[in-house]
């Protein structure tokens, strides 16, 4: 993808103009530093030299969105940039909700609408329809925090210098440049104190060819509670006068250009199949790792509900391709063996053949046995059409089946006296099922075409680059987003015509979706439910030194490394991996000082991944490690998902 591409097309060809990535996401961190997140397919960015600045502070990541010209018949002219001698002027706004907001719930649990915070503006009457209810909590300012509009980008912009570090990490830690003027997206919160605290929610500018750059918060979390010290975390999902720096919101553009008569033609881009949406997300304590089941994956299952719906039984999930559809779901149970022991002691680097290596698995031509006891093992997802799905997922519903996680309904039994159920154990989308199937049976293409290099296509690989690297299911409650994703009502929709009768996914909310609806759903504060979702929040990991002891040993075959590396320890060891809320409460504290997972050996198919930067004390092995003890009548906390 092209960093400077000058306009092949005329200003009078432009009908109207899109923002990409329609979705964005912007990672939380501490330091003032930045890199830029993904921006092309399999390539997640590592900040130059550390993920800490020069006082160990979380660089954060920046998601970057570009504006591309359409003409009439819908036909991707480009990018438009400010070298074509357009002027591109950005506007943002963001909010987080999550204070204003009902109570957390799963997706398959009984609708509530008890409310967050529920003394302050609480509801005004008994005799209210759902709707209403939900109405009711847009009015809540008090325990909104909401930004006023941001723009940046126009005429009057004047570059500034500052430490930054440069897109990508390109530049050298601290190097001086000039860029534009950053714009904060601050807020303010009141909870019940009835006094405003300020929250800032992230930043934006426009660098100096256009493109509009955003950063999320520092990651804070606090309590505005009366009384002295702040509130102890006292729930997994709803912490009462709590506030964090999270939130998501909306990206529209004025696109202007002057003519040598004068004439200035200006295009807006504020309508919801052309805007785009950012979400402030906690940091990725994993680098060159991707969920099986990414945001990108469930929004494109989304997409297809409504083909599936009408065509029943005809139903086709269209050409399925090996390298695309296939491996990555088996890369994606590799990598995850390198932070959840029980996926390590499944699939990890000593049963890698079961996926890898195997011709049978990635030509059709070969006999399909390996690929059908492979699929055999592939949980059934939600199908809620059909009559036996309950059935087949109930029977389902333990170790021996893949992916092992927790499902939408929290985390799996743990203990024989557990109550077990289908909903606590997660699964692939219908589509990647789908397509699993169609290779069990052979259906399949080894490698997927070459795509054409072209502003199309550039535009398909933004779209998908910043989703790839975030976590799908389960969404109990989620990371970036909740389950509001998988609703289908709330996206543009894809139209068939009869030049085009499978139209791709287009991926962008409609007028449906406020500033702050995406991340409301979520724990609050963030830190409070940080106990799963192991390819962002990893649960037992290699530590540097567990690593370099096994590597120094003579003895061992360097080829055979991964098989040997078998150790592993609590990535939120001291104190943080208390079994009550006490361990959440610490989170709130340090999280920014816990170690982030990365490839020692990134250029190799089968990567080893190794604990590093860490600045958070280790516990005294010379004292033994006894948890905290709860303060009654705090209740008890459940353990982290289906993980220890």
């Not at 040997?564 to 939120?572: F, H, K, Q, V």
């Amino acid at each position: 993808m092209p960093d400077s591409l000058a306009p092949t097309y005329q200003p009078s060809q432009i009908d109207h103009v899109k923002i990409f990535p329609p979705i964005g996401i912007a990672r939380a961190g501490d330091s003032d530093e930045s890199y830029i997140g993904p921006e092309k397919p399999d390539e997640e960015p590592r900040p130059a030299n550390t993920f800490r600045d020069a006082h160990g502070r979380i660089k954060r990541q920046a998601v970057r969105f570009r504006a591309y010209a359409f003409d009439s018949s819908g036909v991707n002219l480009g990018e438009i940039t400010k070298s074509g001698g357009y002027t591109l002027s950005w506007t943002v706004e963001v909010a987080n909700k999550k204070a204003a907001w009902v109570v957390f719930r799963g997706i398959d649990e009984q609708e509530t609408f008890e409310l967050r915070n529920a003394g302050v503006q609480r509801y005004e009457g008994y005799y209210l329809s759902n709707q209403q209810r939900y109405d009711h909590t847009e009015t809540r300012d008090k325990l909104i925090a909401r930004s006023q509009p941001q723009t940046v980008g126009g005429p009057n912009d004047e570059p500034e210098s500052d430490a930054h570090e440069g897109h990508g990490g390109a530049q050298p830690q601290g190097a001086r440049q000039e860029r534009p003027p950053r714009k904060t997206l601050d807020a303010t919160f009141q909870g019940d104190t009835g006094e405003d605290h300020p929250v800032r929610l992230g930043e934006i500018y426009a660098e100096a060819d256009g493109r509009l750059v955003v950063l999320a918060g520092s990651g804070e979390s606090f309590s505005v509670a009366l009384g002295g010290d702040p509130a102890e975390i006292n729930s997994d999902f709803d912490n009462a006068n709590w506030i964090d720096t999270m939130g998501d919101g909306l990206v529209t553009l004025v696109v202007s250009h002057s003519s040598e008569s004068g004439t200035i033609t200006k295009w807006e881009v504020k309508e919801a199949k052309d805007r785009a949406h950012v979400i402030m997300a906690p940091p990725k304590f994993t680098n060159g790792m991707h969920c099986f089941t990414s945001l990108y994956d469930l929004i494109e299952d989304t997409y297809e509900k409504p083909k599936r719906a009408q065509l029943g039984g005809a139903y086709d999930c269209g050409t399925v391709y090996y390298d695309r559809h296939v491996e990555p779901i088996f890369k994606g149970v590799y990598t995850l063996s390198w932070t959840s022991q029980k996926a390590h002691d499944g699939h990890g680097p000593h049963k890698i053949d079961r996926f890898f290596g195997h011709e049978e698995l990635s030509n059709p031509e070969k006999p399909g046995v390996m690929r059908r006891n492979i699929f055999q093992r592939v949980r059934a997802p939600v199908q809620r059409d059909v009559p036996d799905n309950k059935f087949l997922r109930t029977e389902q519903a333990f170790e021996y089946y893949m992916p092992r996680l927790a499902g939408n309904s929290g985390d799996n039994p743990e203990s024989p006296g557990d109550e077990n159920h289908r909903d606590r154990w997660q699964s692939v989308t219908e589509l990647q099922y789908a397509r699993l199937a169609k290779w069990a049976e052979g259906k399949f293409e080894t490698k997927a075409p070459v795509p054409n290099s072209d502003p199309h296509q550039e535009t398909k690989d933004l779209t998908f680059a910043a989703l790839q690297w975030t976590t799908g299911a389960p969404l109990y409650p989620g990371i970036e987003t909740n389950w509001i994703v998988w609703d289908p009502n709330i996206y543009v929709p894809s139209v068939p015509t009869p030049a085009n009768p499978n139209p791709e996914p287009i991926f962008r909310f409609n007028e449906k979706v406020k500033v702050g609806d995406l991340t409301k759903g979520l724990s609050l504060p963030w830190q409070s439910d940080f106990y799963e979702w192991p390819h962002i929040r990893p649960d037992r990991v290699l530590t540097e030194k567990m690593y370099e002891e096994v590597k120094s040993d003579s003895f061992i075959d360097p080829k055979i490394l991964p098989r040997n590396l078998t150790e592993r320890a609590p990535w939120d060891r001291n104190e943080l991996d208390s079994d009550d809320f006490d361990g959440a409460t610490q989170m709130v504290e340090k999280w920014s000082r816990l170690g982030f997972i990365a490839p020692v050996n990134p250029s190799e198919p089968f990567p080893i991944f190794v604990e590093t930067e860490r600045t958070l004390e280790e516990p005294n092995p010379k004292v033994e490690y006894k948890k905290p003890a709860r303060k009654d009548p705090k209740p008890f906390k459940r353990k982290p998902f289906g993980m220890e």
